[in-house]
Structures are given as C-alpha cells and as structure tokens.
C-alpha cells in the first residue's frame, strides 16, 4: 500500500480531507468553515501543509488564494479506510462488518436497498466488477 495511505491521520486532517473531498478542491478559510469545531485559521493552514508534507494534499494557487486538493482518489481512501475497520473492529471478517452495518442501519435500509446488496453479492460470488 502506498505510503500516503498508510499514514495514521488525526482527527483533525481526516476532517480537513473529508470537507475537501466534499468539494473538490478548496482554500482554507473553506476548508475552516466546512469542519466541526475548527481551530484557528492559522491551525488549519498549519495542518493542511502536514497534509501535503505527507503528499495527501497537494495545491495550486488561484489568484490570491491557494486551493488544496487531495492526491490520492476517494475511491482508493475509501478502500484503505474500510481495511483498517475491518481491522480493528471486526477481526478482518467482511461477513461481521456487513452485520454490523446492516445492524446500525436497519430502519433505514428499504426492500431496494436489501435487493442491491443481494445483487453484489451475487456478482461477488460470480467474480464479476461490482459498481
């Protein structure tokens, strides 16, 4: 796995790359209104050049501003952050995290959404590319 993917994030920059995925590609007094409880602009900035450091982030400037964007695919950051979870809490076990899943959200999910998951399980099965 690629090293930028490898890096255990904080809270703090998994916010800050979760709010720039959210929009593509954004500044940061963008990137500061779009988390929870952020810290000072300058905090912010500070963390955002840890991100690029790590070659997470990258950035280009427009105007007076500069707009960070992320190097690494959402996609990619999503696959990397499922193996972690399934690492730590469910004991690398797909069918306990799935249960788990379907457990939290089980008043949510409709009779489309039962037969959609039945479906990738079934492509699974087949080998085929799932969506």
């Not at 709010?19 to 990137?31: D, H, K, P, T």
């Not at 912010?44 to 960070?68: D, Q």
């Amino acid at each position: 796995m690629h090293q930028r993917l490898t890096t255990d994030l904080s809270k703090r920059e998994r916010q800050i790359i979760e709010a720039i995925y959210g929009m593509n590609a954004a500044s940061v007094a963008e990137v500061r209104a779009a988390i929870p409880n952020a810290p000072s602009y300058s905090a912010v900035r500070a963390l955002m050049n840890i991100l690029v450091r790590k070659e997470i982030l990258s950035y280009r400037k427009e105007g007076r501003k500069y707009l960070y964007f992320p190097l690494v695919r959402r996609q990619k950051a999503r696959q990397f952050a499922l193996k972690r979870l399934l690492e730590v809490y469910f004991d690398n076990s797909v069918p306990q995290a799935v249960s788990g899943l379907i457990q939290a959200d089980r008043r949510k999910l409709t009779e489309e959404d039962y037969a959609e998951l039945i479906e990738m399980i079934e492509e699974a099965r087949r080998g085929e590319s799932g969506k």
